[in-house]
């Protein structure tokens, strides 16, 4: 091999660190404003660090905002979507990865069609089914909502886990007459599981930023989830920068700590998604 | 018996997926589509009736849903084609192993984390001039009169979404196009560089041809996608200023979030659908045309 020009190395490292400023800097921004007192928000407008930093706007919306509430609240529709649809995908994803049957080429042509049309056509026939039913403005509505949204996506994305898991060990355990079920139950699900938690942690993530349907589903501030709470924080009291900033960074945690979890799968999962962002 | 419940099986396995889906999804899309013709306001009680083509006279002669579509043509294109070059460059430069690799791309993949409406509101402050440095730093190249938010400018303000979403989106294209090129046999780079190719060289004959299929694909898929995505202009600029940035996905939500005109709604719905559609049509048919041509 030949050595590569230094500059080269040197034109890649930096291109390599302008992605990440690119990339990082306005997560910092927000931070930075977030511990930003409010008499240096002004005079110190765009200083790359305030001259002192406080945790102010971080406990004032922990303690006299509403926004524990709405972090309560996401966390809830989420983590509920996520378990759920990683219980039906495991199932739908297996059928397609172990079975050949009739139906199975409608089923995944109805699944991709799912990913192809606009969400939004949705938001005013899914609003009328539920309104007479009681299940808007609740975050059970939300869960039965965003676990069918998710389910294809989260099938597709299984399927391709039990795709590398080798048959024969299920029919290993079939012949010592152990029905297909409880094969699937104790062989196959253990062996999935890295599979399995990056299923969580997509679909944990993709509920987590839904947008639009929790706007229109939800309307009171009880049950609002957290985008629903911070955009009506906003246009409410539109120059708390600060506490606005501070609650942005706590509805950044739990994205930052799944995506740490699903990293090494990105590929699987986008993959999977096809269409999914 | 047993050929029977072996039969039944991989439905059974399939069944409450299938059965959320066509409840969830399946039967409100037909719905959407009935609403279409008929009046259903929201606030009024006694709406609801059978308007026939009503809706879509209307919407004919209305200017706002002109102004969207090219709005939603000139989102897309930018979009698309922005994430795609920076995309691109980036999946490049992460391809060869080097000091550091993974924390660099764990760095640089990490917007793709961070939850739609939050980046929208992180770039409207960025953007903003008492929070956010953008417009200052904006005016002291030159590039601006004056430090203001390009967010309330009608000339400018489109831009405003489409960073913000090229910063999201950026990681999606690095990603599929990074696992593409580590897909490529390496020693086909060797035979060409002792076959005398130059870096120009094999880029072109070895790596593009290689990424074209993934390529199209994805951006044919994403092109759709984000054509729908209004989540970053609903939080942005909620479609203002004088709607220089309503797409058509938007549009739609704001017929039926604000205004709760359902079956106006619905009506932009079907149309945006049958867009939609006939694009992937047209996808179709050039790959037939293409494929035959060879």
């Known amino acids: 091999m030949r050595a590569k020009p230094l500059f080269l190395t040197i034109a890649h490292r930096l291109a390599i660190l302008a992605y990440i400023a690119f990339a990082l800097f306005p997560l910092y921004w927000l931070l930075k404003v977030a511990v930003t007192p409010n008499d240096l928000l002004y005079s110190e407008g765009i200083r790359l660090w305030p001259s002192h930093a406080s945790l102010e706007h971080f406990d004032f919306v922990l303690r006299h905002s509403a926004f524990p509430v709405f972090f309560r609240n996401s966390l809830i529709v989420s983590g509920s979507t996520a378990v759920i649809v990683t219980i039906l995908a495991s199932l739908s994803g297996y059928a397609l990865s172990r079975f050949n049957f009739r139906g199975k080429y409608w089923l995944v042509a109805l699944m991709l069609l799912t990913q192809m049309f606009p969400l939004v056509m949705l938001v005013a026939p899914i609003f009328k089914i539920l309104s007479p039913l009681g299940l808007t403005n609740s975050l059970t509505g939300l869960v039965i909502v965003y676990t069918a949204f998710n389910v294809p996506f989260a099938t597709f994305l299984m399927q391709s886990f039990f795709d590398g898991i080798p048959k024969d060990l299920e029919e290993a355990a079939m012949i010592d007459g152990a029905t297909q079920f409880v094969a699937f139950r104790q062989i196959i699900l253990p062996l999935t599981l890295p ?34 709470g911070l955009l009506s924080f906003v246009s409410k009291f539109s120059v708390d920068f600060g506490q606005m900033m501070a609650a942005g960074v706590l509805a950044l945690i739990p994205a930052c700590l799944f995506f740490l979890l699903i990293q090494r799968y990105l590929v699987q999962g986008l993959t999977a998604g096809a269409v999914k962002g | 018996m047993k050929r029977i419940a072996d039969g039944a099986a991989p439905y059974l396995y399939s069944a409450p997926a299938l059965i959320l889906i066509v409840t969830v999804m399946l039967v409100p899309l037909v719905l959407g589509v009935s609403y279409a013709f008929r009046d259903i306001q929201l606030l009024n009680p006694f709406s609801g009736a059978y308007v026939g083509l009503d809706h879509f006279r209307a919407l004919s002669e209305d200017q706002a849903f002109y102004r969207a579509l090219r709005n939603t043509l000139w989102w897309t294109g930018a979009s698309v084609l922005l994430q795609f070059v920076f995309g691109l460059i980036l999946a490049l430069l992460l391809d060869k192993p080097f000091y550091g690799r993974g924390l660099a791309q764990a760095l640089v993949f990490l917007p793709w984390a961070v939850p739609s409406f939050l980046a929208g509101l992180n770039w409207a402050w960025l953007f903003n001039p008492v929070v956010g440095p953008l417009p200052h730093w904006l005016f002291g190249l030159g590039i601006m009169s004056g430090p203001s938010n390009i967010l309330s400018d009608p000339q400018l303000a489109m831009w405003g979404p489409i960073v913000a979403n090229v910063w999201w989106g950026i990681p999606f294209f690095a990603i599929t196009l990074l696992a593409a090129l ?46 729908n995505f209004a989540d970053l202009i609903i939080v942005m600029t909620n479609g203002g200023p004088a709607d220089r940035t309503q797409i058509v996905a938007s549009y739609i939500f704001t017929q039926a979030f604000k205004r709760l005109d359902f079956g106006y709604a619905s009506a932009i719905a079907l149309v945006l659908l049958a867009l939609l559609l006939a694009y992937s049509m047209l996808i179709v048919i050039l790959r037939q045309w293409l494929l035959s041509k060879d």
């Open chain 1, 195 to 228: 599979g399995i938690a990056a299923t969580l942690g997509f679909v944990f993530t993709a509920a987590w930023s839904e947008l639009l349907f929790s706007l229109m589903l939800i309307s009171g501030n009880d049950q609002a989830t957290f985008p629903v």
């Open chain 2, 182 to 227: 580590q897909a490529i046999p390496r020693d086909l780079y060797e035979a060409a560089s002792i076959d005398g190719a130059g870096p120009v060289q094999r880029f072109l004959s070895i790596t593009l041809p290689f990424l074209a299929p993934t390529i199209a694909i994805t951006i044919l898929l994403r092109t759709v996608w984000i054509s």
